[in-house]
Nanobody, 123 residues
Framework: VWLVESGGGLVQAGESLKLSCRAS????????MGWFRQAPGKEREFVAS????????FFGNAVRGRAAISRDGVMNEVWLEMSALRPEDSAIYTC?????????????????WGQGTQVTVSS
């Protein structure tokens, strides 16, 4: 499966952004999906994940209350919406496919990763 993210860019603090992750090659329907981010000089950080049926979602502490994750089985796509963006949200955002249908916060539970999309939030 190939995962391609889009929707990143330069935004002002306080604005919102919607990232897309489109899968090709195989359907992502049986699998959980997740978003992670990594800023320069920092460890990769969990952002959000969603179970295969969309019933369960998890969010990282840094974005909880400001993020939403959703998916569409027909479009084979996953989205991450973030609001009230802060400069500290600046990072490369990467989507990943889970090893199972259960949403997880752990990187080890994801096996396919996209290349990422850059999000830069200016103050």
């Amino acid at each position: 499966v190939w995962l391609v993210e889009s929707g990143g860019g330069l935004v002002q603090a306080g604005e919102s952004l919607k990232l897309s992750c489109r899968a090709s090659g195989r359907t992502i329907n049986p699998y959980a999906m997740g978003w992670f981010r990594q800023a320069p000089g920092k460890e990769r950080e969990f952002v959000a994940s969603i179970s295969r049926n969309g019933q369960w979602t998890f969010f990282g502490n840094a974005v909880r209350g400001r993020a939403a994750i959703s998916r569409d089985g027909v479009m084979n796509e996953v989205w991450l919406e973030m609001s009230a963006l802060r400069p500290e949200d600046s990072a490369i955002y990467t989507c990943a496919r889970g090893r199972s249908g259960s949403a997880s916060e752990s990187e080890t539970e994801f096996d396919y990763w996209g290349q990422g999309t850059q999000v830069t939030v200016s103050s």
